[in-house]
């Protein structure tokens, strides 16, 4: 029986989301189309990879499983740094009207973002009804 609960890493992944929105509509008011979604892109290529990391790393957990935990985290890392070059890559070659400086700006804030809010969740990893069994049990 497995009473541990995942941590809500979602909530990086939505606060990166509404981090990119801020940015993107910030950049449009005040400087413009290209500048936007140049910053909208870097957002992107912060969060999406981000995407892919928690549902790689958070796929196992408990101590049976300690040994697909750990790959599943070197999956989601390894395949995280794959995807944000291939993105970067992509957007460098195929898009012609690019604020380059957008792009990375908009990338860096919204990785910042992801960094602040992983150290702001709270987290138990027991659920409390089954600390409210063990505290009965005894």
Known sequence: MNNLRPPP???VI???LIATAFITAISLLFSG???????LLGGLISALPNSYFVLQAF????AR???KVV??????ELGKIAITIVLFALSFTLITNLSELALILGFITTHFVGVMMSGLI???????KSNEKSVELK
């Open 14 to 16: 939505v606060a990166q």
């Open 65 to 67: 499983n300690a040994d």
């Open 33 to 39: 189309s290209v500048t936007a979604y140049s910053a």
């Open 122 to 128: 709270s987290y138990s990893p027991t659920s409390e």
């Open 59 to 62: 796929k196992y957990q408990g």
């Open 9 to 11: 890493v979602y909530k």
């Open 71 to 76: 790959k599943s985290f070197i999956k989601g």
